[in-house]
């Protein structure tokens, strides 16, 4: 398969003779064996199989491996939730003592998870501005960093990052990049033909597409050389005495050590196991992604051109639009477009967008982005309420930006009803 459109629909998963031709819910905690030496192969990593859907499910490992067709990677591990991706991604390579660099523009709950509940786990974090200067990134790393981490869109204030810089900087200190490409998905960007070496998505967002599944997953491109940097990867190039010595670079490769360490190492022991029946319905979403992502990308465009010619509109941030400060990097990364998502103030601040958002008839104000419906958040007062003005400012939040997610219905009626709920908040 070398299109994007036809993996959508046929990676992943293909039935033998007499098989289900859709990919099938295993709605099933454990396998049965005939022999204790079967089972006990699969314990030690000697064998491929399943035992305990904590670990691993067909159906989910379905789905796992068509996003990882997705993003050009050679192995993948789905999550329970988005938030659970971020976490394994890092953790799986950083512990007590290190330290990993961050874009300070990152999703709320992200920001929170390492600024807080992962400093609390000993684990060091650097935020720097995803608009910094190569002299300004490089001056972050120290001897015990692990991992970079950026968004490719950032969520809310959609920064676009420097691929190439962040990955040369990140490279430069023997540390691969992870990059949570959840607004852009693998349809408007591969991050891995960029320089990334880790992609991360909450799956719950465009790829689910329709509200109905939390989820992550973790892709690995199969190329940062673990055992070039032995030193700082002792987890992955060292024996693991829970599995009786085994070293996952030298047992899996580069290719998969990471996800299969990730896989029977911490969903083992933290157990973020996703759902087989949500694995079913993500799949669901991701064989019309290719479909969705091009019409939430024009309709926001159409969208965006509207508000930045209304009078009562403050400002209006959508990377796609030609007069953008990220409008050159899009047009390197992102040329078939962005995502469905625009930022934008009205004249009058905190007050005018609560007014506004009250008046909205067909676009609904919910705690969720990236989906087929049309919907609206104010950022400050929800997913970024737990950080400080300072904070707020460092992410590109401010009070008074609105994010509001493009769906699917006619462009012509999203516009209307945003145009009536200006009206009415005069």
């Known amino acids: 398969m070398s299109y994007i459109d036809t993996k959508c629909i046929q990676a992943g998963y293909t039935p033998k003779n007499g098989e289900p031709r859709v990919i099938p819910i295993i709605q099933s905690t454990t396998f049965k064996y005939d022999k204790s030496e079967d089972m006990a192969k699969l314990f030690d990593l000697e064998a491929s199989g399943y035992f305990y859907s904590r670990l691993q499910n067909p159906t989910c490992d379905y789905v796992a491996a068509k996003i990882c067709a997705l993003e050009g990677g050679t192995a993948a591990m789905l999550t329970s939730s988005g938030q659970a991706a971020s976490f394994f991604s890092v953790f799986n390579i950083a512990s007590c003592g290190d330290h990993v660099v961050a874009s300070s523009a990152i999703y709320g709950g992200t920001f929170n998870l390492f600024n807080v509940t992962m400093r609390r786990m ?30 490719t869109i950032s969520n809310p204030s959609l920064t676009v990052l420097d691929f190439e810089l962040f990955a040369k900087v990140a490279h430069e200190n023997g540390v691969p990049l992870i990059i949570d490409n959840t607004f852009a998905t693998p349809i408007n960007c591969r ?31 199969g190329k940062f050389d673990w055992d070039a940097y032995a030193d ?56 019309s992604l290719h479909v969705r992502v091009p019409k939430h990308c024009a309709n926001a465009t159409a969208v965006a051109e509207y508000l930045e010619k209304h009078d009562e509109v403050a400002w209006v941030h959508y990377p796609s639009l030609p007069n953008n400060k990220y409008y050159d990097r899009v047009q390197k990364y992102m040329p078939n477009g962005t995502c469905g998502v625009i930022s934008f103030g009205l004249k009058g ?6 007014k506004f958002m009250m008046n909205l008839k067909l676009a609904c104000v919910v705690t969720h982005v990236a ?19 300072e904070e707020l400012v460092a992410c590109g939040v401010s009070p008074d930006l609105m994010r509001l997610s493009v769906g699917i219905e006619d462009a012509r009626d999203i516009i209307a009803d945003i145009e009536n709920a200006i009206e009415a908040s005069k």
Do not use: W
Request: aromatic letters at 8%; charged letters at 25%; proline letters at 6%.
């Open 191 to 221: 991050p891995f033909e960029h320089g990334a070496d880790i992609v991360i998505h909450s799956t719950t967002k465009y790829m689910d597409g329709h509200a109905t599944s939390v989820g992550g997953v973790i892709v690995d491109s």
């Open 232 to 287: 700082k990867f002792p987890g992955l190039t060292t024996p693991d005495e829970s599995y009786h010595g085994l070293t996952y670079t030298k047992s899996f490769g580069k290719e998969g050590a990471y996800i299969t360490k990730a896989t029977a190492q911490l969903m083992r022991d933290l157990g973020s196991s996703p759902a087989p029946q949500n694995a079913f319905l993500l799949n669901l979403g991701l064989e």
């Open 122 to 151: 000993g684990i060091d974090f650097t935020f720097v501005n995803p608009d910094c200067t190569e002299e300004e990134l490089r001056a972050a790393f120290k001897p015990n960093t692990k991992a970079c981490f950026a968004e």
């Open 349 to 354: 601040g905190r007050e005018r967008a609560e």
């Open 371 to 389: 989906d087929a419906r049309t919907c609206i958040l104010h950022p400050a007062s929800a997913t970024h309420r737990q950080l400080t003005d």
